[in-house]
């Protein structure tokens, strides 16, 4: 697939832009904060509605976005995405909202109809790689669950439902164990015992199936990195396994079943869990286990990379990821994903960043780059490629 035109609106510091993108991809060049990684943000958040930079929407309305007219800020985003299905218009609305205009509603369009978030997602399949996912290796696992959600969701279109419900589930449960710990109510109320069933039953239900997809990617993730980092360090393994946030549930996710066998097996593990964690959850007042405590390790043979790889090591690592990433959809849907490498080479020593183009240059995927400096793109894999210099402010 690809993306053949984007449109911004008074989105980050763009008042507004037009851009044709052609089918093989772009290089786009500017200074420090000409707007190059919010020209890519833009992709992403068409691909999965979410931007992986902000968790207040309001943040990608531009500052003085509504000024002049004396409307409420607003800001739209637009894109035209060639697929191997058809063609679709994708849109998206922030308007910001409430007294203080600190928050911001979100519309999802899709051919000019209003559509769910959850409709929208995927159409775009996008994979994205910048600097700071270095640190997936060995920052906090919520970066690594957020990476795995991104890409999932473009996968499987009932996974972003499965995860918002689960999320909201787990709110109400958390808040009504927060107010049991706070009373010090009794690990055998009977009353207590039954308020948190009635959260229990949703709750396993939309998180066996974030474990039960979660479980499936990184297994596929893992083989695709062998292979990739084989490719790129010739004697060590590079793989990532999935760390369950529900104890004992390993040998469930281990046997090679049919998802209508899995399912029911990993929802009644984690209802036992559940109920076996019932007196700490009270006592703590939180939910203890569960997906929001998953994981995802990166391994050099068999070891942690991220407690015995050099830092180079990591990095190829989280090469081979993306690279992964990028095989998993297109094996999964059938589509190339876009890719959007921002700022990425220049963190590379020069073999590195000639292998990960070699490796993408045989893909055959679009491609977008960013750097601030030309010369760091001026290379013969990136040759056939347009070059765009984005206006310093
Ligand atoms: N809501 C907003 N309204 C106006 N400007 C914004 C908004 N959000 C971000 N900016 C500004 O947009 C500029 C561009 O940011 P961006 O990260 O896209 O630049 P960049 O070209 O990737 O820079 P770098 O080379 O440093 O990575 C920054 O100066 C930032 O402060
Ligand atoms: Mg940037």
Request: with cysteine; proline share 3%.
């Amino acid at each position: 697939m690809h993306v053949s035109r984007i449109a911004l609106d008074q989105f980050r510091r763009y008042n507004n832009l037009k851009l044709d993108v052609p089918e093989t991809g772009l290089r786009i060049v500017g200074n420090n904060a000409s707007g190059k990684t919010s020209l890519l943000e833009v992709l992403l958040l068409l691909a999965t509605t979410k931007s992986p930079r902000v968790s207040i929407e309001r943040e990608l309305i531009r500052w003085e976005s509504g000024e002049e007219f004396g409307l409420a800020p607003y800001a739209r985003i637009t894109a035209h995405v060639v697929t191997s299905h058809g063609e679709h218009d994708l849109e998206l609305r922030l308007e910001a909202t409430g007294a203080s205009g600190l928050t911001a509603r979100k519309t999802c369009i899709v051919d000019g109809k209003n559509v769910r978030a959850s409709t929208m997602v995927g159409i775009l399949k996008v994979v994205e790689f910048s600097p700071e996912d270095v640190q997936l290796v060995s920052g906090p696992p919520s970066d690594r669950r957020r990476q795995l959600d991104i890409l999932i969701s473009q996968i499987d279109r009932h996974y972003m439902q499965s995860s918002s419900r689960y999320g909201k589930v787990l709110a109400q449960r958390n808040s009504l164990l927060r107010a049991f710990s706070k009373e010090g109510v009794s690990f055998r109320s009977a009353n207590a015992i039954e308020q948190l069933r009635f959260w229990d039953e949703e709750l396993v239900q939309h998180g066996a199936r974030i474990v039960m997809a979660r479980s499936n990617v990184v297994k596929a993730l893992g083989e695709h990195m062998r292979t990739w980092s084989g490719a790129l360090m010739s004697i060590h393994t590079i793989d990532a396994v999935y760390s369950p946030g529900i104890p004992r549930i390993e040998h469930v996710l281990a046997r090679d079943h049919s998802e209508r066998d899995v399912l029911p097996a990993i929802q009644e593990r984690f209802s036992r869990e559940l109920e076996a964690a019932r007196a700490d959850d009270m006592r703590r007042g939180t939910t203890t286990i569960g997906p929001q405590r998953d994981d995802m390790g990166f391994r050099i043979d068999h070891r942690s990379l991220a407690a015995y790889g050099s830092r180079g090591q990591q990095r190829l690592g989280v090469i081979a990821l993306k690279l992964s990433e990028a095989d998993v959809i297109e094996h999964l849907t059938g589509e190339k994903p876009v890719l959007l490498l921002d700022d990425a080479l220049s963190e590379l020593d020069q073999s590195h960043a000639s292998l990960l183009l070699q490796s993408v240059g045989v893909s055959d995927r679009q491609l977008l780059l960013t750097s601030a400096l030309e010369g760091v793109l001026d290379r013969a894999e990136l040759a056939h490629l347009e070059t765009i210099h984005l206006d310093p402010e």
